[in-house]
Structures are given as structure tokens and as C-alpha cells.
């Protein structure tokens, strides 16, 4: 192998020096932030020590937020992780035919904009002119106003990315699906093993490097989608119904212009993200079989 | 060792169904933007317009700057695609063809960004962007976007594959650096880089909240931030011209895909994308 030179410097460079500033310096400016008063225009900055954390953790807000966040996320996991998973395995092991189908069908919506998927959801769910009302009153139900009703809203809207996510999820669930032996599939069919015992003894333990790859991004993405429906159908509304732990910190950095308590909110995400992301690798990734 | 054909006709109903819930908005949307402002509210849920009209587009094609808002969506999309395309290479390549102290490190200092929310990251970038002058212009947008960890662990993962004589050959002819990654390497890796531009541009295309950050002048708006201007607060009745952007939005990266579908599926099915 080739030693280190300035050849092999210049090479990394340009990727290297990106990503250093616009993703590691800013995160290192969000605790400066997180520990100043700042309207984002004034010239002064406010040294407030931890204040805007404490006003976080002791409002009221908090709560409501994360258990819109909680329900969003529960929302997700199942239509863009469990749902995918036992289709996946459908696709990949119980058809002879049109297998290829479903897979190019089903992935279509995550080529679509969630910004027209938001304006396309808007129009199927319009409570007085849309198609879903029609169909609801055409079998004596009334549709719920489904972007007014707080509970109801950051469902419908896990639905609308769940919507978009799906196919992704599942062309990579079918991928590692597909990798699992046929013979070993068929000898446990020989010896008439039910499915879901099958799909419990040798699919999930042989996909689970996968699986658990979908579920990390299942999550971590999914959080970051939810800002483009609630900002264009909802802004965190009703009386913040829709908003969330990422929403937040748009609507305190540039609606509330209160720099300091966005970045105190965007470091517990962070925090948050980081803790998922090491209990991932530290005790999840003991249990996961890996193929190599 | 086939399974009885028709043994499994009750997973094909399932799955038709989940074909149809994923299938059936996007109908809806194509459907609506050419039905007139009757048929819309008169016939909703027939998805053939009884008299398809192209009104709606001929409105906003006159209506609209929208031949901008292409070409400005055009310009950021591809812009970003071939940064983010060339640094890849070039730090897969690195990464693959030298040896040096804390390569493991950085590499993964590196791909942890794939995981770094866009709302940490926004504010800073946000302040950066506009203490550079560069607020409402296209360069605000790309300047970010560069780079990609994805990309740099896909670009490793496919230069790995290489088999080592091949580099070793190089290395004996005392080739240069530059001309084993542009003549041997990147000959090979052809396909994933492909399918990976293909991934970036769609992504970029469709990209919202960050183009929302940096871009308030209207003539400097993508096709997604256009369709902001369709909600207003009571949901609007403007639906076919709504409908009509939305289809000219979402078009491009259809297109993409259905054409270069099979080749896409197959980098997807190799190069498994394993965490």
C-alpha cells in the first residue's frame, strides 16, 4: 500500500474540508449558541450561562413535543419498518411471478417531492371536496378535519412520509432477502415448517445486519422528513399539535428568532441522535448476525 | 422445486393493494391536473378526465415563471450531483488506495455526517451563508452540499471490489495516481457511480428545506418551493393548477428512475447497503 503523501492530502481534501465546516463546525457553534440570548440580527450576544436549557426542560412544551415526537416515530417504525419487512420477505421468497413488479410499483412514490407529497395529501384529504371525503360519505362516515385535530395530525402526516419511505425501505429489505439461501428456505418448507417460525428462525436472524440498518435510518431520516409536511401544511399547528423535537428548533431559530433556545433544542436532538445511535452499535449490533 | 402457481394468489392480492395505495395518489395527481375546475369538483374520483384539458398547465406555464424555477432547480440539482459525484471518487480513492495513520477514524468522521440532522446543522450554515453574501443565490443552496458520507463509503465499497492485481499492474507501470483512478478504476466502478449520480440528483431535485432557508425571492425559487405558493390557509381550490406543478415536480425524477430503473434496482441489490 501506498504511504501518506500530499498527493494522498489533496485527494481527501475536498470532501475532508466540506464536511469539517458545514456539518462538524456548526455543530460546535450550536453549543456556543445554545449558551447565548441572541435575536439572529442584534450585533450584541447575551451570555446566559445554561438558562435557555433550563427554560427547556421546564416548559411545558417538552412534553407535548415528545410525545408528538414518540407517536410520529411509532408511526414510522411500522409503516416504514415492519410493514416493508414482511412484504419483503413476501417478495423475495413466496412468489414465483411479478416480483420485479412490485418492487419497481411499490418504489415509484419515494422518487416524489415530500414537497408535492405534501400538496397532493392536502388535496386527497380536503374535508369538504376531497376524494378520501367522497369515498367516506359515500359509506355514511364524516371525515375528520385530519390537519386540525391535535393527535390526530402528526399521525396523518407519519403516514403521508410513511407513504413516500416506504418503497425505499423495502427494495433494500428485499435486497438482503434475497441473499438468504434458497435450499435453506426450501428444506424448512420439506419439513413443513409454518411461516412465521421460518421467517422467525432464518430470515430475521440472516437480514438483521439490514433490518437494523432500515430501522436506524427509519428513524434518524424520518425525523428530519417530518419538517417539510408540517411546514407546508401545518407550522407545528394546531397549538402545536404537529410540531416536534426537529420542527422546534426551525420554528425557535427563524419564526421566534430565539437563536439560543433553537440551538439548546437542537443539541438535545443531537444528544438524542447520538444516544440512539451508540446504544445501536453497543447492544444491538452484539445480537445482529452478520453475513462476513 | 417451483411452488404451485397458483398457491400463492393471496399474496398477490396483498400486495395489488399495496401496489394500489402507493399507486393510486400519484393517479389522482396526473388525473386532476387535467380535469377543468368542474370536473375536479364534479367528478373527483373518476381518474379519467372526461375531456382531458391541458388548461391548467397552459396557465402556469403563462402564469408563472416556471421555465426559471426549472432552470434554477436544474442548475442547483445537477451542480450538486457533480460536486458531490467528483469528491466521492476522490476520497473513496484515498481512502482504498493509501495507507495512512487514523484512516479508520476518519473515514468514519466522515460518514457519521450522513447522520447529522439538518437542524443542527442549520442555523450555523444559515448565519455562514448569509455573512457571505450569498442569501437568495444558488451557490447558497449548493455550497453545503459538496460533499456526501454516503457517497464516500459507497465509492469505497465499489473501489474495494477491484481485484488488487489490477491496481498492482498499474502501480508496476509506474502509473500515476490520477491515471490508475481515471484509466483503470474508474472504467470498473462505472455502474455504481452512475446509479449513485442518479440517487444525488433526485435527491437535490427534490430537495426543500434547505433551498426554503436560503432562497426568499421568488425568481430565485425551486420547482418545490414554487408549490408553497398553492396552500393558502384554507386549503385553496386552485387544485388542477396546484396538480399541474406538482406533476412538472415530480416528472423529472420519475422519468429518471423508469428509465434507468433495472439498473438501478441491481447497483441497489449488489452493493448492499450494509450498516
Request: with cysteine.
Amino acid at each position: 500500500m501506498n504511504r501518506f503523501t500530499w498527493q494522498s492530502a489533496l485527494f481527501l481534501a475536498p470532501a475532508t474540508i466540506t464536511l469539517l465546516l458545514f456539518a462538524y463546525w456548526p455543530l460546535l457553534q450550536d453549543v456556543w449558541l445554545s449558551f447565548h440570548s441572541w435575536n439572529m440580527v442584534s450585533p450584541t450576544m447575551k451570555f446566559v450561562g445554561l438558562q435557555n436549557y433550563l427554560q427547556l426542560l421546564s416548559s411545558d412544551e417538552l412534553i407535548k413535543i415528545l410525545l408528538n415526537t414518540v407517536l410520529y416515530i411509532l408511526v414510522l417504525v411500522c409503516v416504514n419498518f415492519i410493514f416493508p419487512y414482511l412484504l419483503s420477505f413476501i417478495i423475495a421468497h413466496r412468489l414465483n411471478r411479478f416480483s420485479f413488479f412490485y418492487r419497481s410499483a411499490l418504489f415509484i412514490p419515494s422518487t416524489v417531492s415530500l414537497a408535492v407529497a405534501s400538496i397532493l395529501f392536502l388535496w386527497i384529504l380536503n374535508p369538504l371536496a376531497g376524494p378520501l371525503n367522497i369515498i367516506l360519505s359515500a359509506i355514511g362516515l364524516e371525515s375528520p378535519r385530519w390537519f386540525k385535530e391535535s393527535g390526530l395530525v402528526i399521525i396523518v402526516i407519519g403516514l403521508i412520509i410513511g407513504w413516500k419511505v416506504f418503497g425505499y425501505n423495502l427494495i433494500l429489505l428485499v435486497a438482503a432477502m434475497v441473499d438468504v439461501p434458497k435450499e435453506l428456505i426450501e428444506a424448512a418448507r420439506l419439513e413443513n415448517v409454518s411461516n412465521w417460525q421460518l421467517f422467525r428462525r432464518i430470515i430475521v436472524p440472516m437480514t438483521s445486519s439490514t433490518a437494523l440498518y432500515v430501522f436506524v435510518i427509519t428513524v434518524v431520516f424520518g425525523l428530519q422528513y417530518v419538517l417539510v409536511p408540517v411546514n407546508m401544511l401545518t407550522q407545528g399547528g394546531p397549538d402545536q399539535g404537529s410540531s416536534n423535537l426537529v420542527y422546534i428548533v426551525y420554528q425557535y431559530g427563524f419564526v421566534f428568532f430565539q437563536t439560543g433556545k433553537a440551538s439548546a433544542f437542537a443539541i438535545l436532538t443531537m444528544l438524542i441522535y447520538a444516544l440512539f445511535l451508540i446504544v445501536k452499535t453497543k447492544v444491538l449490533d452484539k445480537k445482529v448476525h452478520y453475513e462476513n | 422445486m417451483k411452488i404451485n402457481s397458483y398457491r400463492d394468489w393471496y399474496w398477490h392480492i396483498l400486495l395489488l393493494l399495496a401496489v394500489v395505495i402507493q399507486l393510486w395518489p400519484l393517479l389522482f395527481m396526473l388525473s386532476t391536473s387535467f380535469k377543468t375546475m368542474d370536473q375536479i369538483f364534479l367528478s373527483t374520483l373518476n381518474p379519467l378526465p372526461a375531456k382531458p384539458v391541458i388548461d391548467n398547465y397552459l396557465y402556469v406555464l403563462k402564469n408563472l415563471p416556471l421555465v426559471q424555477y426549472i432552470v434554477n432547480t436544474l442548475l442547483i440539482a445537477s451542480s450538486i450531483t457533480l460536486a458531490k459525484i467528483i469528491t466521492s471518487i476522490l476520497a473513496g480513492f484515498a481512502f482504498v488506495y493509501y495507507e495512512f495513520s487514523h484512516k479508520e477514524k476518519l473515514f468514519n468522521t466522515l460518514l457519521l455526517t450522513f447522520f447529522i440532522p439538518i437542524t443542527v446543522v442549520m442555523m450555523p450554515n444559515y448565519l455562514l451563508i448569509s455573512k457571505l453574501g450569498l442569501l437568495n443565490t444558488p451557490w447558497g443552496v449548493i455550497l453545503p452540499q459538496l460533499a456526501d458520507g454516503m457517497g464516500i463509503f459507497l465509492m469505497r465499497q465499489s473501489m474495494r471490489n477491484i481485484p488488487k492485481p489490477l491496481l498492482e499492474a498499474g502501480r508496476l507501470e509506474n502509473a500515476s495516481p490520477w491515471v490508475i483512478l481515471t484509466r483503470i478504476i474508474l472504467p470498473l466502478i462505472k455502474p455504481s457511480v452512475i446509479a449513485m449520480g442518479i440517487v444525488f440528483f433526485i435527491n437535490s431535485w427534490n430537495d426543500y428545506f434547505w433551498p426554503l432557508l436560503i432562497l426568499h425571492d421568488k425568481p430565485t425559487y425551486t420547482l418545490p418551493l414554487a408549490l408553497q405558493m398553492f396552500i393558502s390557509a384554507e386549503g385553496g381550490s386552485e387544485w388542477g393548477i396546484a396538480m399541474a406543478v406538482a406533476m412538472l415536480t415530480a416528472l423529472p425524477p420519475l422519468l429518471l428512475y423508469l428509465t434507468c430503473q433495472r439498473f438501478i434496482m441491481n447497483t441497489f441489490m449488489q452493493s448492499g447497503v450494509k450498516g
